[in-house]
């Protein structure tokens, strides 16, 4: 299982590079070819959402299913743990869903104001 969570890992961390790198202001001259970066690998990082859904859905069942332990005080700890390191698979989970989403929607917003900062250029020329 580690494996998946160090694939949605680093899916989550380019995510959020990409992110970063569209947004900063002052990338004017590098801002097309990030879009183009972006756009282009939005398609691979698809892949990452239904992983990231199996392995949410895995970590509900997990909490739901767990025992109650009673007693001994290292059977408890390791519950302890074990609830601590769902919660936080959990938590890597959510960020990289909600990456993705941000970073499909700020491509987009991006291409949109491209297009029109051409048509704005156009229809500067055309008066």
Known sequence: MALEWLALALVAGAE?????LLTLPGLEGLRKGL???A???LQPMLAAVPLAL???VDIFWKIQNMPEVHG???EMEKQAKSLLKSQRNGLLVITTLF???LLFRVTRMQIRLEHLQQQAAKTKRVD
């Not at 959020?16 to 970063?20: H, S």
């Open 54 to 56: 199996f392995l949410g």
């Open 35 to 37: 879009i183009q970066v």
């Open 16 to 20: 959020a590079i990409l992110l970063t």
């Open 39 to 41: 756009q282009g690998l």
């Open 72 to 74: 001994h005080p290292g």
């Open 99 to 101: 990456l993705y989403w």
